[in-house]
């Protein structure tokens, strides 16, 4: 049953309400998507706070409507309109206004959010002409290509009237969320679950189809698969399922294995590198290394397929940018091993070059296993690297604040635009502490000027360019390595109607997601 | 009675200085940890820059120095106040009485079946030393003593859950059940089972080799010699002579393990999900939320402080010689 | 010496013995029963085993060596035990001694140390520490260790009052001894022995503990435990389960050993106890 | 007097020791009569008392007979009270002093257990433990060794047996007391015409109390008869021995110059 | 005098119940002198060779021993005069490390106090060892391998080996079988008129005082109830203590009832 389903034809079933319960593996502390803008916040909080726009996989830019019914740039880049859907109601009954939209902007998403820090950078004000009409001013010229990109992640508009006059960060309704969306927040249950009911007032027709959703706290790996087995849950997203267990778990009867959905949430395999190194500052020590990774084996064992060879800092999946046409590296020992001794590091009497300590990221078991595999991949070409396995924290502090690390895994994801959360990747100058951004003291002048360029740039096409170069530059100079690109694995109960019809399904507003009866 | 009331309000003076030795211990423990709270918090946010790290570690006190915080912690600890949880944004004390019942259960529940069991199989072992009964029943309690917890927690969830779905795979009730009273209890009964088999098991077979090997030294005392020869059932000569004497280790042990079973639950409660201390603490140490860990290291410290002490008045009642020297003390 | 053969004298003592020779061998042996690294991928993943000679026990969700991993994982699995009970020991006898000896305040404020560490749930404080100090091996055994010291150190401040009061310390006394030779040469050595018959227990626990620990995902990543493999192996419990029944059954082979060893020696002494 | 027992070719050998604690060819015990077993450490006293009393250790094995011609096998506890030597450890310590010796009563006598501990209560009486009503509700510990061997012997007593077997019974005690516990055995036994074997290593001792005599060495008997004649004539040079190392206070003193 | 004994009290504490286990005794022992100690359990005898052990400290009172102050004494000093009061324990068995050889036993005290090398004590151990009439070979013996009367004359052994000028045995016979009994007592003597030595000599037992004693003490309930010539307590006893020690010695009935 392990295929992608197509889910309209399913869409026609007879589906009458009934409570979806699903397992979610974290419990965020704060669950407002208009300051959190994380997967973990999204797959709770989407259901019932919306974005001006989601992804889709046809609507028109690849965004479907929500809050905002239009969108539009100025020739000069400085400002955008947003027609603003009307009827709308807040799950406390007040009406749903442009001053919401404005108010979230310019309050919480470009102050508070850790993305819209980024996108919003230079939003000057957000005029309100009528209730219905929301126009961004931005100081400098922005393009619309990123905020369209960036819309359905940093856009989660909140209520004004609700946290006006309030510390933001301490509202009550952080955690106790009011939206407008298809489902309300009713309860949450720490170590347990979280429940939200029907929105009756949603201004989606005959949405949303299911009466309930529960989310059901399951922190062990294991755990989301016997439950989904036991008949307890009826889904379980994110790869809730181990990839190992994939296999068995889809000849199970009544289960499926889903693989679309994730597609605008391309999660990237990367191995960091920190340049302080001599060693690692030599081009062809990155080569070399590059080299030396069997990117099929990575792909064929570690993700058992469910993944894509990367070339590159932009994803497959992000066709609108993605340039194929960059420097590779197949794996090639001998070659490594020449370039290695080129580069005067030649293998010592115990067939060992250098040493260096590598930490891969603990936030997920492939980046895990993959450190396992570098280890020995490095091995192969005379590299003795030691693995350091340290928890979330720990790992943050060292590779981000400290800068004690000499390569390290990570898991970087790629939100629609590169401007968003992959430039600062390789962008030299930014301050230590700053989580998943350049802390290897890479420096490309060539590369920021390119990357500042492209800020500016207004045309869709000549930004696209811009960051076609950025990825050719970027392949040749090896800032870092990109190994893999891959989305998650939804399992579910075959009652389940209408999965993964979009490409950030998991983490949006499941108005159309129905149960069988 | 006025003994007893004596005994523990000494005894819980004197736990003082020792909770306050694993508070400072504690605290001295996290800090040197790498990375805090706000490392911990930005990246459950998924990033954020280095602006939003220095106003919220301002607003988090983590910018003080490290005396500073504890002097102020061990102060709000003196108005009984256990502080802000910062993984958690709600007080430290909430979270520990929304956790403590569960834990309560699972550990009360564990102790019950290991100690009773426990006991029930080593009197069954030791009424006869060297037998058949005692080799087979020893034989297997070492098995299972080895038998690591957590595996037997994916086992026993396997199989009675997923397999024969005689009983639910996690939770510690049906969610959102509406159950209330009667049924409810039920339902909860009904989802401890597989963890507090997990857990108690390997106690149980501790308790049962404890309870063996201190019956068979029992009856090599003049005392059983002299109940034989007063021509006692042999049942009487067991439970009477040889079992009682031989429970009264068996409360010490139990007073020594009760600090070793609540870290123990620690696995098992993420494997069934349930939402206990174990669980807390695992959040608390991921999170760098110092306040919450302390909370609940020094919850449990006082638990097992409480449970010792009722220890020790139970051991009293079965030993009438620990009454004579406490006398008037 | 003596002790040795008392102990083997013991049905209980002979098989944990025996099991724990053998385990020693394999531990010492490792690297020539199961050559080069056990973290090497040797082969297609997921072999089940008894399918191909080169690799008897199959392989795991990377490939690696089953036996090999459980071979190693004897040696890191005892050394980390073994460290850790030894370090408890050390540190609790230390204490136990300078607490039962001095007495006083001295005692008075070991003790309360004592206490602090007992009734902190162990494995709590190790997850703790290991966490917040990194999962390298020697962090696990000193995690392990601050657990399970207190133990020992009850045990042998206990030891040391009630020998104190022996008669052959009142004799000891008599003819002058001083106190450096009455607590060396008179109490140690008759205090020890009992405190000693607790290692074999909180080996067991220390092995039983650091797999719960990797199990959680804290081992030391550059070697291999039975541990890790275990947590490796539950996420594809149903459809590989050898991969965790192997090294579950040395974890287990070993800790019984172990467990059988201690009470083969705790009988022993009790044997060699005069007047009992 | 009539024959109670018979002992013969009895050979007792204990687990994992190369001799035999008890080897000897005969020895009668007359019913109503005293016996007394003497010996050194070690000479198979307790062993010889056990067998007996078919009290022997499992790890024991015996061979030889030991034949009551008159009766049945005694029952221990029932037809047969023992009494043993350590009266810190013969009695549980958990258990109230009334219950330890009412559940003899309770089990032979098959008295309830109201009856059964006003049983106990008059045999404290009479093992003259003072205000045995409180007695019944102490604990051992309470009690010093000599009050506590009162007790074991109350204990031993609750069924009222034929036959009382007494271990050594006065070895951890004091002279005084010593002397009080030999007194009040000698009235028990007189008043309920019970036969008494009573063991001890001080010839002296069982000189007073016995009729009839068994001394033991290593395990073998050397001589038995009535008391009085071997006392007078000794026919082994191991009772002369003993007789002669015994020290009375008429005994002369080991000084040679009482001056000093 | 060598050593005399004033008003010397001790207390026990336990719980909160008091038990005044010395209370006020005063006594004196003269050179080569045996003192007998009698009394029933718990009349305080062994407190007060405790107490002149520096075992326990006392409550109140003074001890003059060779003209020193001797409950005064400490440390080092203390450590230097303990070899001329030694003991002997009644538990024979107790009073030995386990672990110890009859060799190591004898040579612990001949290390401490007379300086001489390792070599030249080994000899004065075989003196010793022949003087309390054991062979020399047992130095290696173990000291659980030997029998009661055999431990009990390395425990003799052990206390003349500093050459003490009075050695307290506590109860030093009880525990052996009267065979041995007798010799241990002649052995006692012999050494006491070869080497001086003055005894104090605990037992409950007067039949044994009375053959190894020049005075006898009697105490009950912690104090000295009588004191006097051997014969004169055995033959006038004077105190209902003495009186009821005397009653209770078993006597040999060797006629038929
Ligand atoms: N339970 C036992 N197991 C093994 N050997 C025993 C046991 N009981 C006694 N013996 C041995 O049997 C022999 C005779 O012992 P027994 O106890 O009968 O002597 P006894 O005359 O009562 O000595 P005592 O005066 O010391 O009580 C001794 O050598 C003793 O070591
Ligand atoms: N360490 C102690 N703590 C408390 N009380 C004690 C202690 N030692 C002795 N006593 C008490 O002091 C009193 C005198 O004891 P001591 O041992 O001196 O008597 P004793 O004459 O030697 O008796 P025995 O003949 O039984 O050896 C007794 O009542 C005893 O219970
Ligand atoms: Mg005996
Ligand atoms: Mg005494």
Known sequence: AMVAMPALPRAKEKASGGRLIVAADSEPKNLNPAIVASNGVFFIASKVIEPLAEAAFNGEGGLARRLATSWEGSEDGLSVTFKLREGVKWHDGRAFTSADVAYSAMNVWKPLQNLGRIVFANLEAVDTPDANTAVFRFSRPTPLQLIRNALPVVSSVIPKHVFDGTDIASNPANTKLIGTGPFRFAEYKPGEFYRLTRNEDYWGKGEPKLDEIIFRVLPDRAGAASALEAEEIHLAAFSAVPLSDLDRISKVPGIEVISKGYEA??????????????????????????HAINKKFVIDTIFLGHATASTGPVPKSASEFYDPDVTTYPFDTAKANALLDEAGYAKGSNGVRFSLKLRPAPYFNETKQFGYYLRQALAAIGIDATLVNADAAAHQKAVYTDHDFDLAVGPPVFRGDPAISTTILVQSGIPAGVPFSNQGGYENKALDALVAKASETIDAEARTEIYRQFQKIVTADLPLINVAEWGFITVARNTVLNVADNPRWAVSNWADTALRS | MARALRLIRRRLIGSIPVLLIVVVLTFLLLQSASGDAVDAYLLSMGGGDAAIAQSLRQSYGLDQSEIARLWLYLSSLARLDLGWSVAFGRPVADLILERLPNTLLLMGSATALAFGLG??????????????????????????????SFWLGLVLSIVFAVQLRWLPSSGIETIASGKSGFARAADIALHLILPVGALGVIYMALFLRVMRSAMAEVWKLDFVAFARAKGLSRSRIVLRHVARNALLPLVTMLGLQSAAMLGGSVVIESIFAIPGFGRLAQEAVTGRDTPLLIGIILTSALLVVLVNLLLDLVYALLDPRVGAAEEGA | MTLLRQTIGTGEGAIGAAILSLLI?????????????????????????????????????????????VVHGTRTSLSVGLAAAAAAMAFGVCIGLAAGFSGGIVDEALMRLVDAFQIVPGFLLALAFVSVAGSSAHVIVIAIALGAWAGPARLMRAQVLSIREREYVAAARVIGAGPAEIVFKEILPNALPPVLSLSAIIVAAAILTESALSFLGLSDPNVVTWGSMMSEGRNVLRSATWLSIFPGLALLTTVIGIYLLGEGVTKAIGRGRPGS | ????????????????????????????????????????????????????????????????????PARSTPLPGRDLGFVFQDPSASLNPVLTVGEQVAEGARRHLRLSWHDALRHARDLLERVQLPDPEKALKAYPHQFSGGQRQRIAIAAALAAQPSILVADEITSALDMVVQAQLV???????????????????????????????????????????????????????????????HRSLSSPSLLRDTSA | MLLSVENLTKRYLSGSRQTTALDDVSFTLGKGETLGLAGVSGSGKSTLARVLLRLVPADTGKVHFEGEDWLTLSGASLRRRRARMQMVFQDVLAAFNPRATVGSVLDDPLRIHSGKRARDRKQDVATLLDRVGLPTGFADRSIREISGGQRQRVAIARAIATRPSLIVLDEAVSALDVSIRETILELLVELQQERGISYLFISHDLAVLRAVSHRIAVMDAGRIVETGAASQIIDRPQSPAARALIAAVPRLVTDAR
């Open chain 4, 1 to 68: 007097m009539t024959l109670l027992c018979s002992i013969r070719s009895l050979r007792v050998t204990y687990h994992g020791q190369a001799n035999p604690a008890l080897d000897f060819a005969a020895l009668d015990i007359q019913a109503g009569g005293r016996l007394a077993i003497i010996g050194e450490s070690g000479s198979g006293k307790t062993t010889l008392a056990r067998a007996i009393a078919s009290l022997l250790p499992e790890n024991s094995k015996h061979t030889g007979e030991i034949l009551w």
């Open chain 3, 25 to 69: 061998l394999i531990a010492v042996f490792a690297s020539v029963l199961c050559p080069g690294d056990p973290l090497n991928i040797a082969g297609p993943p997921l072999t089940p085993p008894f399918t191909q000679g080169s690799l008897p026990l199959g392989t795991d969700s990377l490939g690696r060596d089953l036996l090999a991993g």
């Open chain 2, 119 to 148: 006991t029930s199989l080593g009197i069954v072992a030791g009424a006869r030393p060297e037998s058949t009964t005692d080799k087979v029943v020893s034989a297997l309690s070492l098995i299972l003593y080895a038998i690591p």
């Open chain 4, 183 to 245: 007194a009040l055995l000698n009235e028990l036994v007189r008043d309920a015409g019970m036969t008494l074997i009573f063991v001890t290593h001080d010839i002296a001792l069982a000189s007073g109390l016995a009729d009839r005599l068994a001394i033991l060495k290593q395990g073998k008997l050397v001589e038995t008869g009535a008391a009085a004649k071997v006392l007078a004539e000794p026919e082994s040079s191991y009772t002369r021995t003993l007789i002669a190392s």
């Open chain 1, 265 to 290: 949430l391309t999660y990237q395999l990367v191995v960091e590198i920190n340049h302080r190194r001599k060693e690692l500052a030599d081009l062809k020590v990155r080569q070399a290394i590059a």
